[in-house]
């Protein structure tokens, strides 16, 4: 996609998502429908059951024609290496969108089972049919809840994903910030994760995720040891972003 980088539709596509920063921080859509948009184009372009091919159509239309607030192609291959290093056999990802990172994670871990929790109920829509055209929606689930529902979705994910001690091997994070502790402490309170489960958390750099940054150094060589990846914010040559992927090591 590289050749659709400095694009200066992406960069309007860029500054309208910042502008609307106040309505995307309350409905996890940007308001210009450009969700939407991305659902008819991979619907209309992409090869069905063919996932590789609908990553390539979300991709060329973040860098082309809208900006996507998805892990993205640069930090997705980040993502990609931990869960082959892993190999897990349930997923949990906190925060869908569009689907994107959830299709990546189908396809690194193909023996894997992928819950995907959304806040938003249209993301959900345009999830499910991404993922439907892609082929790989028989093992991610899109749930829409929060952690945070005072038990709902935790009781959900318990009852009907069979979550329980030591069942999570894996977790992505790329949600609203403010909700990365409370929710990696629910998840660890929970009893689900094993020694040597792997969490994921996106954005730390951009927009910054301080106190989690900072609660992962304080648990260094403790609870967690995590490899911080420095990179670029998705779909642009110029923002820095870090990704970090923490194994956890067992209650302290």
């Given at each position: 996609m590289s050749q659709r980088r400095g694009n200066p539709f992406f960069s309007w596509s860029f500054?309208?998502?910042?502008?609307?920063?106040?309505?995307?921080?309350?409905?996890?859509?940007?308001?210009?429908?450009?969700?939407?948009?991305?659902?008819?184009?991979?619907?209309?372009?992409?090869?069905?059951?063919?996932?590789r091919d609908v990553i390539r159509v979300i991709d060329e239309f973040a860098w082309g024609e809208s900006f996507l607030m998805?892990?993205?192609?640069?930090?997705?291959?980040?993502?990609?290496?931990?869960?082959?290093?892993?190999?897990?056999?349930?997923?949990?990802?906190?925060?869908?969108?569009?689907?994107?990172?959830?299709?990546?994670?189908?396809?690194?871990?193909?023996?894997?089972?992928?819950v995907s929790l959304e806040f938003n109920a249209a993301n959900k829509h345009v999830a499910d049919r991404i993922l439907a055209q892609a082929g790989v929606n028989d093992?991610?689930?899109?749930?829409?809840g929060v952690l945070g529902d005072e038990g709902k979705t935790v009781a959900a994910l318990k009852h009907t994903f069979g979550f329980g001690p030591g069942s999570l091997e894996f977790a992505f994070i790329?949600?609203?910030?403010?909700?990365?502790?409370?929710?990696?402490?629910r998840i660890v309170q929970e009893g689900w994760l094993r020694k040597g489960s792997v969490v994921v958390a996106d954005n730390v750099g951009f927009p910054g995720v301080p106190d989690y940054e900072a609660y992962m150094k304080s648990e260094e060589g403790k609870?967690?040891?995590?490899?911080?990846?420095?990179?670029?914010v998705e779909y642009q040559t110029t923002i820095k972003d870090r990704v970090l992927v923490s194994t956890y090591q067992g209650a302290a």
């Open positions: 500054l309208r998502m910042m502008l609307g920063m106040p309505q995307l921080l309350k409905t996890w859509q940007v308001g210009d429908g450009r969700e939407e948009k991305l659902a008819q184009k991979v619907l209309s372009t992409a090869r069905k059951g063919d996932a998805n892990v993205g192609d640069e930090k997705g291959a980040i993502l990609d290496a931990a869960l082959a290093n892993a190999a897990p056999r349930l997923i949990l990802e906190i925060g869908t969108y569009c689907g994107y990172s959830a299709l990546r994670m189908a396809l690194a871990a193909p023996q894997a089972r992928i093992r991610v689930t899109v749930v829409h790329d949600h609203d910030k403010k909700h990365y502790m409370p929710d990696l402490m609870t967690w040891r995590t490899v911080t990846h420095n990179t670029l």
